[in-house]
């Protein structure tokens, strides 16, 4: 929730990044989970509000260098049509930042598809020892298209939406300079093609400051048995722990060996990442420890690859041909 009114004068960032991942199987000298995608683009519009519409007020684009993960992962170079020469062409990411906060300048507001973008770019800024705090409100406008579109929950992706209000494709596709360009447009759509005070309401509501804490855990007491601990913590999966919304199944919770998985969805807060995993206590009692965080895309394609593996093996999951721990890189 925005703690200001949007008036004449009040800037937005409409922003897009990509990253790249690290390659299943090949080993780092650090630790991966710090580091699930090393950014290599932001492009971003910057819009200025004038008299019920947003108007565009310039552009930006960065290419960076990445420094830990410096091949393409093949899902990457796939989605985003680069190739290895072009990472080599980047610039470092600090600079690269920099940059982009001077674009930002007094913007109060970043814009983005998805709530995946802040939680990547913070988690680049600590991993390069950066500060994290992004001192801006963050505006998924997925759910405020869904929410205007008439389908309320349902995700959507920036090229239906392109669609949805007729925008001319002028660019390609999943460049981060393309598709902040077409969801500055479609942010200007919704505002042309809606009534301003509804529109003015639904930002204000669906902000979010992406400084204060987006995750949240749980541990359960301890039980004689695994299913009892799993139950105890499932209370804590029924409502958003931001806005006190009932959370909707976009992935119903499912078990596969210690652990349990779901996606949740909140109209507020879009996509909720879920695990409990249930651990033994010195007097050999079960209890079950529980993460709820707004889910990044890669929370997604774990819980969505997880499901496919329990769907084909059940709880016992995929049976292990040799000894590896039980780490989530297989997905
Ligand atoms: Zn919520």
New binding site residues.
Partial sequence: MLNFHIKDGTEFVVFDMEWNQPIYGKEYNFDVSSLTGEIIEIGAVKYVYDSGMPVMAGTFSVNIKPVMYTKLHYHVKKVTNKTNQDLAKGIPFEEAYDRFQKFMGGAQILVGWGNSDPAMLKQNLRFFDMDDDLHVFFLDLQPVFSLFGGERGKQRSVEFAVDYYSIEKTEGFHSATADAIYTGRIFEKIFEHNKTAQVLSAVSSSAVDPDIVSEFTMVGSAVKDQSRAFAGTRAFWKK?P????IFNNKIPSFRIRKSEYALLY????GEFFARSRVKKNRDGDYYASSVLRLATQNDYYLVACKREEYDKFGVEGKPKEEKTDDSEQGC
């Fill in positions: 958003c931001i806005c006190g919304s909140c109209p507020n807060h």
